[in-house]
């Protein structure tokens, strides 16, 4: 099985990666060169998608299938999907539970229509357009396409700021906000587990193509639970302060990960995730408490802790507050 990956240096395209190399595949990876360290055993190709020609490491080169990994906007999923028509089979796509219209019935099934989640903003609507893109080539005959669609991942190296924001402010016994209360219930997923799925569904294109899948741990959480069982992990005693974002004049329409107060929204966002178990026998089994610990163990190992990312909202709700700031 020769598979292309684009992106694939860190996080979860690591998992993937190694995998699938465990496995026995030929595993090539198109990354800008930025950010993680070569993967032994993988083939590794530069190319920066946000560029004219950032496909054309690809050259002549066909492959089995291709994980696309950092598609952030359609117009690189239009753009490579155009360059692999007649080079790839199989096109399995990472996207995100923010295509869903939000219903207020929970979970979310992969058969909820498309809207997409309002709070996320461009991202949610550039990931529906990815997927029309890439559904409108499946019709057309192109490829077979499968569509991951994801809560949060958690795990170990995880770039984007979710455990780090929590489990920081917890060590350095600074007060962690909770908008709307904490109430809102999100769910996860652990990284390792995500790297199965994409895989069984590679080795099984002929159940998979055409599929959407809903990838996550099956036991939602509340945001005020969620930071009370990083705390426990952590044996520290949480500081949990409840604030309304609008009364405190922080409030945002949408998600904007560069300024945030709290690193998950504060609406329900549940997904089905039967649909995989089902037919592709891959269930998301590691449980919270256990995303937690291993994201902490590898948090503590950290011979010099990542200082604390300042945000413009939370800064200004924590001032509003009279508590320090950032």
Known sequence: MKILILGGTRFVGRHVARL????????????????????????????????????????ERRFDAVVDMSAYFSQWTREAADRLTGRVSHYVFISSGAVYRPNAELPWPESTPFGPIPIWGQYGREKVASEEILWRAQADGRFAVTSFR?????????????????????????????????????QFVYAEDVGRAIVAALERPDRAGGEAYNCTYAKPITNRGWVELCADVLGIEANLVEIDEAEL??????????????????????????????ELGVEMTTPNRRMIQEYAAWWEALERKPELRPYQRENAALAALGLPTI
């Open 20 to 59: 699938l190399i465990q496995r026995g595949a030929e595993v090539t990876l198109l990354h800008r060169g930025v950010t993680g360290e070569p993967i032994d055993g993988a083939v590794s190709l530069t190319g920066d998608r946000g560029r004219p020609d950032g496909l054309d490491a690809i050259e």
């Open 150 to 186: 994801f809560p949060f991942i958690l795990g170990p190296g995880n770039f984007a700021d979710r455990e780090s924001f929590v489990i920081g402010r917890l060590a350095a016994r600074r007060p962690v906000l909770l908008p709307g209360g904490g109430t809102a219930l999100n």
């Open 249 to 278: 004049g922080v409030s945002s329409p949408t998600v904007d990960l560069a300024n945030i107060v709290f690193p998950y929204p504060p609406e329900h966002y549940v997904l089905d995730g039967s649909k995989l178990t089902r």
